[in-house]
């Protein structure tokens, strides 16, 4: 049997690696092959994080003192792997004014 113990350092691990590495996406951002690699390392570990918060809160242990918390976060988990793995490639998707482009037509003028 595994102590409950190790699977609450493991699911913190887990969370503390995929929010490490969605920081810094903006760095390997500038090249699209890190880019991909590491948005599906991100969304393997989230699920990975999911499976062991669900497993930790099915052990009966707790995080961060919560016995409840574990599993909303590891819906939480799922639902950013599923948006980290949401590639929009700077495409404007607000389809509001941009200040950049605004001053470049006014001096073109």
């Known amino acids: 049997m595994v102590s409950v113990v190790f699977i609450e350092q493991l ?3 887990l969370c503390g690696v995929s929010a490490v590495l969605f920081t810094f996406i903006a760095t390997f951002s500038r090249s699209p092959r890190a880019e ?3 948005q599906n390392l991100i ?3 989230l699920i990975a994080a999911a499976g062991v918060l669900w497993w930790l ?3 009966g242990g707790e995080l961060w003192g919560s016995n409840y918390l574990p599993k909303p976060l590891s819906l939480v988990c799922i ?5 980290a ?4 490639k700077g495409e404007n998707i607000s389809f509001g004014a941009n200040p950049h482009t605004i001053g470049k037509k006014d001096s073109e003028e």
């Open 11 to 13: 699911a913190e691990i």
């Open 36 to 38: 991909n690699i590491v």
């Open 43 to 45: 969304a393997i570990i």
């Open 57 to 59: 809160s099915l052990s």
């Open 79 to 83: 639902v950013i792997a599923i948006s």
């Open 85 to 88: 793995r949401m590639n929009i």
